[in-house]
């Protein structure tokens, strides 16, 4: 029973049986602003070094470049962002949702 559940794409949303979606907006919005007070986020930056293959012409020769041209491991850096904070202020929201009377539903329905 394991390969049908390969071919299945869900969603998780909250609900609560006496509660529209305006009650639902309201209370996950005083949530969320209740978490980001107690974990602002805290955005680190990072710098991230990776050696890609680049094109580069060069003089024709037998010795170092028979072809006109070789591939030379060249670095490049990407900035990275993230937040610290992120999973505890999630997790604080999904608590708050919680106490409030709010569960999780997934819903599952056929690849297509």
């Given at each position: 029973m394991i390969i049908p559940?390969?071919?299945l794409t869900?969603?998780?949303q909250w609900e609560r049986s006496d509660a529209s979606n305006?009650?639902?907006q309201a209370e996950h919005a005083k949530c969320k602003e209740r978490?980001?007070?107690q974990f602002p986020p805290d955005v680190v930056r990072d710098v991230e070094v990776d050696y890609n293959d680049q094109?580069?012409?060069?003089?024709?020769?037998?010795?170092t470049c028979p072809d006109g041209h070789r591939y030379e491991a060249r670095p490049t850096?990407?900035?990275?962002?993230?937040?610290?904070?992120?999973?505890?202020?999630n997790a604080a929201i999904k608590s708050?949702?919680?106490?409030?009377g709010w569960y999780e539903k997934?819903?599952?329905w056929p690849r297509g």
């Open positions: 559940a390969l071919f869900g969603c998780v305006k009650i639902w978490a980001y007070q094109y580069v012409p060069c003089k024709k020769n037998k010795k850096l990407r900035t990275l962002h993230s937040d610290n904070n992120k999973d505890a202020r708050c949702m919680y106490d409030k997934v819903y599952y």
